[in-house]
C-alpha cells in the first residue's frame, strides 16, 4: 500500500537518494517486494497508455514518468494518489513529444521549402548569367571559358602564363581582363534580376 503523505519516510538523506529508490520507498516503504508489485503494474499501465498514444519509445517514456514522479517525492511534493499523478505526468510527456514532433516537423518543411527556394534561386541565376554570357561579344565569352578552363597536367599558375604569352599580353593585364569582364557579368545579372 502506498504512502500517499508527502512526508514519506526516507531513511537516507534526500541528496544520497535517486528518484527511483524514492519511488519504490513511498509506494511501500515497510516492504521491498509489495513496491515493487506496485511499480511494475504502473510501469505496465503507464507503457500501455503510451502505446496507445502512438508514442514510439513507451517503455523508455514510462521510465521517464517514474524518474518525475521520483523527483516529486524527493521534493516531499503531496501526493494523493500515485497512480493519477503518474497518469497526470503522463499525459504531460504526450503533450511535449506531440509539441515536439510538430516543431520537428516544422522546421524540416521550413528546411525543404528553402531547399527549394534555393535551387529555384540557382536555377534562375544560371539562366540569367547564361543570357548575360552570351551577350558578350565572342572573344571575351572565348578569354573567359580559356581563362576558366585549366588543362590536366597544368598549373594554374602555368596556365595563366602560357593564356598570356599567347594573346601577347602580361599576367597581370589578363587578370585584369578578366576582373573587368565579371564585373559586367555580374551588373549584368543584376540588372535582369531587377527586371524579372
Known sequence: MPNNSSDNNLNEPEENVDPFTAFLKFLCPEDPDEANRHYLQIQAKLAGYFRLRGMADPLGDADEVIERA????????????????????????????????????????QFLENCQTNETDVEKMTHLMKRCFEKLPAKDRELLIDYCRIPE?????????????????????LRIRITRLRRKLDDCVKNLSKDE
Not at 505526468?89 to 524540416?108: D, G, H, M, P, Y
Not at 597536367?153 to 593585364?173: F, M, P, Q, V
Request: hydrophobic content about 35%; proline content about 3%.
Open 70 to 109: 521520483g523527483k516529486k517525492i524527493l521534493k516531499r511534493v503531496p501526493i494523493p494518489d500515485i497512480n493519477r499523478f503518474c497518469l497526470g505526468i503522463a499525459k504531460n510527456i504526450v503533450r511535449e513529444r506531440l509539441r515536439n514532433r510538430k516543431n520537428e516537423e516544422s522546421a524540416f518543411k
Open 153 to 173: 597536367g597544368l598549373s594554374r599558375a602555368e596556365h595563366r602564363r602560357r593564356l598570356a604569352e599567347k594573346r601577347n599580353t602580361t599576367i597581370e593585364a
